[in-house]
């Protein structure tokens, strides 16, 4: 296992940490924003921070940012290709699958920071603005580790696209595009039945819109999957990803 | 048992053929080098023997056994440019290819002072000169103190100080019982540290043996066999003789001859004359390193 290798190439990059702390910024800000909206003249303040709701609405929110750690994750992986340093490990001693298990540590990582934010920002707006919530704040605990899920999905298909295009400019674009505009045309044209098993339609699924059972009585039953059914697919889905990138690796010439 | 086995090894890119064939054996003790023109395939076979590169055919055995992530931290080895993190400083950059290595973390200092980067082990890799890039990667090969050291082009970048200290530095570690490859295009540099060398042109293996067999500067001889003196049995005779190494037809019907160093050109002429074998002119052809060396990559 590279875990010890792969701290020692992060902790001293300052790109990694202007990206975390960009991420947790714009979260934080996000957020303290969001309560300062009204609607129908009424500030949605206290609603939003109220325990145990303020969790499943905080992953939702964050899920936005999610692409800042797939794009740090993508500079880490084609970093590697860069500077041969993937090329030089090998030839050190590492295998093709320490490398592989090294960047599946790098993105535990991540995914870790981002829950921690979450948790962080959860606390700090449930505890200044909506405390007498407080006691109900572990009841919704588990959107945060739904969240951790989908960060961690979805940095296995970064580092995938990372793997198979190697250069971050174009990778970092590849992933954003399959994100915003590829996997969504071709929800369009798939029936709803098929398309809720797309990945990242998975990877969303797994921390819903809020209110989304109250749209569900307006517009009828949707047919996205539950947060726990979504994430059984969600972990093949990271499978899959890291074990085609593992066998990318190995295939090709570093 | 070798501690490098190449087998019938082969490499193409796309429709280009980088490496055809090539067989060769590296022996313990060994400082062995691949000498070839730029483009010849000696970087290729390299990276194909440290796991880097993907061989198109062919088998590679390291300590007489397949290739493995453990039996490659037994190897020190610096492949074409130095790879490092860019943003790390030297140190930070050893430390973690100690980690790797599996090797002792306080080496780091010990392979920092060897190549004289003890005073600048704090800066960032990405400021470094060419020269010290490259010193900084032979001090990552001395990490963990392995049995096998691999340089490509180790010299590259460097000055003329920074290059004796290299060879001096490959010296020493041969003479503490490590096998060298060392891959140049430089015949100097191979002349000067190698025990054998194998030539490359063309990704194919053109000689290979002790450096003394191979790079021989020993002058030829030509001869021109009389006109009733046939030039077939003139070399089936030289043929036979113990102390004729090698015997060519040149054009014009004259043959050429590499003597042993024991026998010179009146020996040549004396042994055929008594098989009634007469020569018309005999001279001698002096060669240089240069020329035997283009002569093999012809």
């Avoid at chain 2, 100097?188 to 500067?217: F, M, S, W, Y």
Wanted: with cysteine; proline share 5%; charged share 15%.
């Amino acid at each position: 296992m590279l875990f010890r290798p792969e701290l020692r190439k992060i902790l001293p990059y300052r790109t990694v940490w202007i990206i975390l702390l960009a991420y947790a910024v714009l979260l934080m800000l996000f957020v303290g924003a969001g309560g300062n909206v009204t609607l129908n003249g009424q500030q949605l303040g206290q609603s939003l921070y109220v325990f145990p709701a303020l969790w499943s609405k905080l992953a939702y929110v964050a899920s936005y940012f999610t692409m800042l750690l797939g794009v740090l994750l993508i500079i880490l992986i084609t970093d590697e290709f860069q500077f041969r340093t993937f090329r030089q490990q090998v030839i050190d001693g590492a295998s093709v699958g320490e490398l592989v298990q090294g960047k599946l540590a790098a993105s535990g990582v991540l995914a870790g920071f981002g829950m921690l934010v979450v948790l962080g920002v959860g606390f700090y707006f449930g505890l200044t603005r909506a405390a007498a919530t407080v006691d109900q704040a572990a009841a919704g605990l588990p959107a945060v580790l739904f969240y951790g899920a989908q960060v961690l999905g979805l940095l296995a298909l970064a580092a995938l696209v990372a793997v198979l295009v190697r250069r971050s400019g174009a990778a970092i674009l590849v992933f954003l595009l399959y994100l915003w505009v590829a996997e969504p045309l071709l929800r369009l044209s798939l029936p709803d039945e098929l398309d809720r098993y797309l990945p990242a339609k998975i990877f969303n699924s797994l921390t819903p819109m809020p209110g989304q059972e109250l749209l569900d009585t307006v517009a009828g039953p949707s047919l996205a999957l539950l947060p726990t059914q979504a994430l059984p697919l969600a972990l093949a889905y990271m499978a899959l990803f890291w074990a085609l990138s593992y066998l990318l690796l190995r295939s090709r010439d570093l | 048992m070798a501690i490098l086995e190449l087998d019938n090894l082969s490499k193409t890119y796309g429709g280009t053929t980088a490496l055809k064939g090539l067989t060769l054996q590296v022996e313990p003790g060994s400082v062995y080098g691949l000498l070839g023109p730029n483009g010849s395939g000696k970087t290729t076979t390299l990276g194909i023997a440290l796991g880097v590169l993907r061989a198109s055919g062919g088998t590679v055995r390291w300590f007489g056994q397949e290739p493995t992530a453990a039996n490659r931290r037994r190897i020190g080895a610096l492949l074409e440019t130095p790879n490092f993190f860019p943003y790390l400083s030297a140190r930070q950059n050893l430390l973690l290819a100690a980690d790797i290595k599996q090797a002792d973390p306080r080496s780091v200092d010990q392979a920092l002072d060897s190549v004289g980067l003890g005073t600048r082990q704090h800066d960032a890799f990405r400021g470094f000169s060419l020269g010290m890039k490259q010193r900084l990667a032979l001090a990552s090969t001395l990490l963990g103190n392995p049995e096998v050291l691999v340089l490509d082009e180790p010299t590259n970048g460097l000055d003329p100080q920074g290059i004796a200290e290299v060879r001096s530095l490959v010296q020493r570690l041969a003479a503490e019982g490590k096998t060298i490859i060392l891959a140049s295009h430089l015949l100097d540099e191979i002349e000067k540290v190698c025990t054998h060398v194998a030539v490359l042109q063309r990704g194919e293996l053109r000689a290979a043996g002790p450096v003394g067999n191979i790079l021989a500067t020993a002058d030829r001889v030509l001869l021109r066999p009389a006109p009733d003196t046939p030039a077939a049995l003139v070399q089936q005779a030289l043929t036979v003789l113990p102390w004729v190494t090698d015997v060519r037809a040149e054009t014009g019907g004259i043959l050429s001859a590499a003597l042993a160093a024991s026998h010179g050109p009146a020996d040549v002429n004396r042994a055929l004359f008594e098989q009634g074998l007469v020569l018309a002119g005999l001279e001698i052809r002096h060669r240089s390193l240069e020329a035997q060396f283009l002569e093999l990559t012809k």
